[in-house]
């Protein structure tokens, strides 16, 4: 079977470490695998403006910025068709036949949607086109025939959705849809990264993210700034690692080859974590340290991003072919569906000759 990878974003701010690590990362090293048929990156901005429908200047102004980052990471047009959902208009008419297959309890108790409820302060009054985006996601999700969906565990439930939909389309109208699996980010520390404050998710509202953009000062300043421990008073008092920011972020981003290079009088983390706890180890060494971690990997990306905000033409066109490739894909999709369906009226004179029959005409 054709392995097919789909997975995407919304594009309401440009991409932070927590999408590169949480996501991004792995989505380049699956495209650089080699073990996938084909690859489908989608700017999900039908779905921004889900929550957004009364700022749509602000998705637009975001989908070459998050097309610049995914460049900069390291996708790669060759390898991985880079599109926008609202350009491929089959996801919405698959999305109004799915809409038949969910009940509206389903829906509610949806976990993701039911937090992202309380978070908006939509109790009383949640916008339809909102509360149905779970099943707008299994449309993005079958219309690429994806059998393999790589996103954050936040995302588990909208996978569940779209597999029970797939399952009951396939049992109403017979086997059409790929049933799709979900893959999970591979480490825990991966998982999700914490906001600079220390707050449990690294987001814009928020303002403790280290964009992908960010050039060397800016992310210096973040790293010095950084949470850690707030009872790790004076440098000879003992200093707690759990919930320390600093730490989190080693444990992501630090190797051991990295303390030869920039940190020669620890042989590796453990070491550090382990005169931190004790005492005697002051927060600003630790954090210039992850500074020089941090920045091999960022440097490269920053720069790349940079060579890319120089050539915007090149980046247009990548996202205009992406969405062309994407939709090509999408209506062979929509047309399996439409014959399962018993909607495919124009494409053979099937009807027509059936009613003809019923007429007793031959
Ligand atoms: N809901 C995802 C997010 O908020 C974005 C998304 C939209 C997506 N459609 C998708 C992810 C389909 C994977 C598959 O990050």
Avoid at 24 to 53: C, H, P, W, Y
Avoid at 154 to 182: A, W
Avoid at 191 to 208: E, F, V, Y
Wanted: aromatic share 10%.
């Amino acid at each position: 079977m054709e392995k097919v990878i789909l997975t995407g974003d919304r594009p309401t701010g440009r991409l932070h470490i927590g999408h590169y690590v949480g996501s991004l990362r792995r989505r380049v090293e699956l495209q650089n695998s080699g073990e996938f048929d084909k690859i489908f990156i989608m700017i999900a901005d039908a779905q921004a403006l889900t929550d957004n429908f009364d700022n749509p200047e602000k998705v637009r102004q975001n989908i070459l910025e998050v097309a610049l980052d995914y460049l900069a990471v390291g996708l790669d047009p060759e390898k991985s068709t880079l599109f926008v959902q609202s350009q491929v208009p089959e996801l919405t008419e698959l999305t109004f036949y799915y809409m038949n297959l969910v009940t509206v309890s389903r829906v509610q108790r949806n976990p993701t949607v039911k937090a992202e409820i309380q978070l908006r302060n939509f109790e009383a009054s949640i916008p339809v086109g909102f509360f149905c985006y779970p099943i707008s996601q299994a449309s993005d999700i079958t219309a690429f025939r994806a059998t393999v969906v790589p996103v954050g565990e936040d995302q588990e439930p909208m996978l569940e959705q779209c597999r029970e939909i797939v399952h009951k389309f396939n049992s109403v109208y017979g086997e059409t849809l790929t049933m799709p699996e979900i893959m999970l980010p591979d480490t825990k520390a991966a998982m999700r990264l914490p906001g600079t404050d220390g707050k449990a998710k690294m987001s814009k509202s928020l303002g403790n993210c280290i964009y992908l953009a960010d050039d060397a000062k800016t992310v210096k300043q973040k790293v010095m700034n950084m949470y850690t421990d707030p009872q790790h008073l004076k440098v000879s008092d003992p200093g707690h690692i759990e919930g320390n920011t600093v730490f989190t972020y080693l444990d992501v981003f630090c190797r051991p080859e990295h303390f030869e290079k920039y940190w020669p009088d620890y042989k590796n983390l453990d070491e550090v974590k382990e005169h931190y706890k004790r005492g005697g180890l002051g927060d600003v060494k630790v954090k210039k340290f992850l500074l020089n971690v941090m920045e091999e990997e960022l440097a490269p990306i920053r720069a790349r991003r940079h060579e890319f905000e120089q050539n915007l033409d090149y980046v247009y066109d990548v996202l205009k072919k992406g969405c062309e490739t994407a939709r090509e894909r999408a209506a062979e999709t929509m047309k399996d569906v439409r014959h399962a369906m018993r909607i495919d009226y124009f494409e053979t004179d099937d009807m027509l000759r059936e009613q003809k029959e019923k007429y007793g005409q031959n």
